[in-house]
């Protein structure tokens, strides 16, 4: 019997609403992040200044996106870089797993791409017998659980020191016999350094494509990433066709933005830029070098005149920060490869409005995604837009259909208004006078598992106002 | 609208069925100001939680309602964020192809939420009220985010008699009401109560106040429930005590 | 790619041209130019606090002899174990000055062993608003700033500028993209913060990063 992904959402937000232990380990991380974000706009001047440039950027990037697309795709094939479209996860896998195949790749070497999640590359490559390494700790950590990325940003926030040891004495050494953090990280370093040497492919995502230079930029802090795209011959980038930046410029204020919103940091320790394979007369770097653009469905959200500037993410993973449901449920519960806001904004143009439209409604709009986005996405206001949408194409139940119609009928007709009001308040006296609350006779037993009952006055204000208030 | 002394009450249908003193309180503070009040009795309700649900085309010929009902109002007060914030800011784009798109237009320019409206039309901060009680105020969503509205309940606050106002710790961070959100995701929505429950309980506070009543009854059921001394009161509420 | 073997480019084009036809009203452009970042007015002074935040060492020195001597101290701290270093004349001419009776591999020779415990470089800048350095293919390769636990850089105070606009600005106009596949704008030592969010100094990349600041010649 399969579950939708609706009611297992349902069903994994209730266990994890409930699990304190969870909710206390996320609430330290983000009181963790929220010093750290506030010191980092602390460094800029004119933080409000620097979101409406870096909205201004990806605007013009957006709107123009096939002539920087043809402008980037080339300068890097001018320097011996091969690009490929491809119109879904599928193509993009495929075109991966042959090269690997054509090449005789049996070890990949990979930093983090949230694109690569999307369209399950890993598993694509490992049916066909190739070992694929994550290296970013995080994913590293994740993927010897067998688990998917928890948080865009910071994949293993949900698992304690202690767990991650346990988890390495089993997987990676059983000589591990502490839990320091560093001590973890150096085992870490240890057994990826021997793939990170034999692998012949590294493959990398990007957070921005800078169009009038023809290269990539990468932010990271590991240096995974740059061991990835320096020492296998063949360096593979999977990229979304929305990274496009106008100039290299443009990094100037994004930099800084993206390491502020994201971890709090100045800048992330390698903001790296690449354009190509090695060229005659370097020292060393890759013989060749593939990017791989992926369409899967954002050429579609151009044509949405209110959801276009969707596009802008820079996938920073500040909403996913701020959101108190993702503070509440965790990454894992929203069963999507974007969690948080935008995957709740994003998901359901990429992968069906009626299958993930639920995430529209598991918000309740306080609009705090949308004041921190460093690029200005009006995303609560999107959360809404698609519920309006589901409700357009019929996506709703009918039941609840029904009712707003009849709740149209009575707000329409102030005294059958009123009297649905009396009759309500009159009924739940009876059925809480006879202890009924929470029963099945109680029409707000929803609010009463987890709440003591509403109040129930004798007299509305209306009623009021018509036998006493009404002189001045 | 300028030196208009006539006041027209946007009672959200909520507080008119389920927390009336919110709305007695609030005449109460707006008289003392020297205001006259006037109840349009043919409202019923803004819209909002058809709205918010995505039932546009049903919330529309409420709002309708609503235009034709504070058609010839000078100016409208809520003791409200969200539902001032529905007038406001979505009714635009909700009548955007509606024949009273005009009207709604106008009328949201001249809707206010309580605070907003002492503090930035009628230019009072001292409303002569007396509360000594510790009070604590949580930072409603819609009035925050969408009115900007994060200084003006507090400076009426400060100027109570006697109230010792405590801050808490992630005072903006949502109650986890959020209309529909509350019955369709109760889990979730009980939590992030119990989360705020908490940090109200930290600051050892008497009261926690909101310009919002629906966080305030959301909360009150959540710290019922958690057999909590704290008690919420609207900020119309705590304005309307004199001393007695 | 030829149009057979990539189909969907075109598709993805059509597909892209077609939705940028919706209108989507845009605000007005901001005609004022705001001022995001403070502007810096003592740029070594903020070059060598950023460091010290980016758990970087930076060491002043008067000039070659000094230089010779900050290497040869910090080569003298690590473990046994060869120094990779970009092969130019600044760098030939420190190293003899140093004197180390470490065995060292020049860039000519080729990539950096695995085994490197130090590689020394110059660098293209160095950028004072966030504390980095900026280095490109040309300074010993991609592996050079990455591949050993210690990272030495060599420079001048002439190589500083204030910010990442100044560089990223000279990076174009020299058209440095063009002459190297590879650039990065390193700010401090490798790091993680996945466990717990407690910040790890040295990930993948190396722990340590130095930087021989010279003032003179």
């Not at chain 2, 914030?85 to 024949?99: C, G």
Request: aromatic residues 6%.
């Amino acid at each position: 019997m399969s579950t939708t992904p609706a009611q297992r959402f349902l069903r994994d937000a209730a266990e994890k609403s409930a699990d304190l232990v969870h909710r206390e380990l996320i609430r330290r991380g983000m009181e963790s992040y929220d010093a750290a974000h506030l010191a980092g706009r602390a460094r800029i001047k004119d933080w409000e200044a620097a979101r409406q440039k870096c909205q201004e950027i990806k605007r013009e990037a957006i709107n123009h996106l096939d002539r920087y697309l043809l402008q980037f795709e080339e300068k890097v094939t001018s320097r011996g870089g091969h690009v490929f479209w491809a119109a879904n996860g599928e193509e993009a896998c495929t075109y991966v797993r042959n090269l690997a195949t054509r090449l005789s790749v049996r070890t990949v070497v990979k930093s983090k791409s949230m694109v690569t999640e999307e369209i399950h590359l890993s598993p694509a490559l490992e049916k066909v017998g190739i070992k694929v390494w994550e290296t970013d700790f995080g994913e590293y950590i994740v993927q010897l659980r067998d688990e998917p990325p928890y948080h865009i940003v910071t994949p293993a926030m949900h698992l304690n020191r202690g767990q991650i040891a346990k988890l390495f004495r089993e997987k990676v050494d059983p000589g591990i016999d502490s839990d320091d953090p560093a001590y973890l990280m150096a085992a870490a370093r240890r057994k990826l350094r021997q793939a990170f040497f034999a692998a012949e492919m590294g493959i990398s995502g990007a957070n921005f494509l800078v169009a009038d230079a023809g290269v990539l930029a990468i932010s990271t802090n590991e240096g995974n990433g740059r061991l990835c795209t320096s020492i296998p011959r063949i360096h593979v980038v999977v990229t979304g066709i929305e990274k496009v930046i106008p100039r290299l410029e443009d990094l100037a204020v994004l930099w800084p933005v993206l390491a502020t919103s994201g971890t709090g940091q100045g800048i992330t320790t390698y903001s790296t830029l690449i354009g190509g394979p090695r060229q005659p007369g370097e020292v060393d770097g890759p013989e060749e070098f593939h990017v791989v653009l992926v369409d899967n469905g954002r050429s579609q959200l151009l044509a949405d005149a209110e959801q276009r500037e969707v596009l802008h993410c820079i996938r920073c993973g500040a909403c996913l920060n701020i959101c108190p449901v993702f503070r509440h449920i965790g990454g894992h519960t929203y069963g999507t490869t974007y969690p948080g806001p935008i995957g709740s904004v994003l998901t359901p143009h990429l992968a069906g409005i009626k299958e993930f439209k639920h995430l529209s409604y598991a918000s309740s709009l306080c609009g705090a995604c949308s004041s921190v986005c460093p690029v200005k996405i009006d995303l609560h206001h999107h959360l809404l837009q698609n519920r309006r949408n589901a409700t357009e194409a019929g996506a709703t139940k009918s039941s609840e259909r029904l009712m707003f119609r009849a709740w149209r009928s009575a707000m329409l007709h102030p005294r059958m208004y009123a009297l649905g009001g009396w009759s309500m308040r009159k009924a739940l006296r009876i059925i809480y006078g006879l202890g009924l609350a929470g029963s099945i006779l109680d029409p707000m037993r929803v609010w009463n598992r987890h709440r003591s009952p509403v109040p129930l006055p004798s007299e509305s204000f209306r009623a009021r106002w018509r036998k006493s208030l009404g002189a001045n | 609208m300028t030196g208009s002394r006539t006041v027209s009450l946007f009672v959200p249908c909520f507080v008119d069925q389920l927390l009336p003193e919110v709305a007695v309180d609030t005449v109460k503070v707006l008289r003392r100001v020297g205001y006259e009040v006037e109840f349009p009795e043919g409202q019923t309700c803004c819209g909002q939680p058809a709205f918010n649900t995505g039932y546009w085309n049903e919330a529309r010929p409420c709002a309708e309602h609503f235009v034709q009902v504070f058609k010839h109002a000078d100016v409208v007060v809520c003791p409200s964020g969200s539902c001032a914030t529905m007038v406001r800011i979505f009714y635009a784009d909700l009548l955007a192809k509606s024949p009273l798109r005009e009207d709604a237009i106008a009328l949201a320019s001249r809707t206010f939420e309580l605070s907003e409206f002492l503090v930035k039309v009628a230019g009072v901060t001292q409303v002569g009220a007396t509360f000594p009680h510790a009070v604590t105020y949580h930072a409603s969503c819609h009035g925050l985010r969408e009115l900007h509205l994060r200084e003006e309940p507090l400076q009426l606050l400060r100027q109570v008699s006697g109230l010792k106002l405590i801050e808490m710790a992630r005072s903006d961070e949502c109650c986890g009401f959020g209309g529909t959100f509350a019955a369709k995701f109760a889990d979730i929505s009980a939590s992030m109560g119990n989360s705020k429950a908490e940090s109200i309980a930290a600051t050892g506070a008497e009261f926690v106040t909101a310009i919002d009543p629906s966080c305030l009854l959301h909360l009150q059921g959540i710290l019922g429930k958690r057999q909590s001394r704290v008690s919420t009161i609207h900020v119309a509420g705590i304005l309307a005590q004199e001393k007695s | 790619m030829a149009q057979t073997e990539n189909p969907s480019r075109d598709r993805i084009l059509e597909r892209i041209r077609a939705g940028l036809g919706t209108v989507v009203p845009e605000p007005a452009a901001t005609r004022t130019e705001r001022v995001i970042f403070e502007p810096i007015n003592n740029p070594l002074e903020r070059f060598q606090q950023e460091c010290v935040a980016n758990l970087m060492e930076c060491s002043l020195t008067a000039d070659c002899a000094a230089s010779a001597q900050q290497l040869a101290k910090v080569l003298q701290s690590l473990p046994e174990g060869e120094a990779f270093l970009q092969d130019d004349p600044s760098l030939r001419r420190l190293v003899e000055l140093a004197a180390s009776r470490r065995t060292v591999r020049w860039s000519s020779e080729g990539a950096p062993s695995e085994g490197s415990q130090a590689t020394v470089t110059l660098a293209e800048a160095l950028i004072a608003q966030t504390g980095s350095i900026l280095v490109s293919a040309s300074c010993g390769g991609r592996g050079a700033s990455v591949i050993a636990p210690c990272h030495i850089v060599y420079a001048t105070v002439a190589q500083l500028v204030p910010d990442l606009a100044t560089a990223l600005s000279c990076m174009s106009q020299q058209r440095s993209l063009d002459r190297n596949s590879f650039a990065c704008v390193i700010s401090g030592s490798s790091r993680t913060a996945d466990i717990e969010k407690i910040l790890v100094q040295g990930a993948h990349g190396p722990r340590r990063l130095v930087v021989i600041l010279q003032t003179g010649t």
